[in-house]
């Protein structure tokens, strides 16, 4: 079964950059965000082609 897990920052970076690296896929809207899955991961992209 999928799990979808929303991690959000509150302020508490050592625990928001612990659940970060914990993500198996980052779906990054921000640059930051992007930023983040580069540095703490190998980078995964599918792209779909659009009709």
Do not use: W
């Not at 999928?2 to 625990?15: A, C, S, T």
């Not at 640059?31 to 580069?38: C, P």
Request: proline residues 2%; hydrophobic residues 40%; glycine residues 6%.
């Amino acid at each position: 079964m999928n799990k979808l897990k929303l991690v959000n920052y509150e302020g508490n970076k050592d625990h928001f950059i612990k659940e970060y690296q914990s993500c198996e896929t980052i779906i990054g809207t921000r640059f930051h965000s992007i930023i983040l899955a580069l540095i703490f991961g190998p980078l995964k992209i599918k792209l779909k082609e659009m009709r």
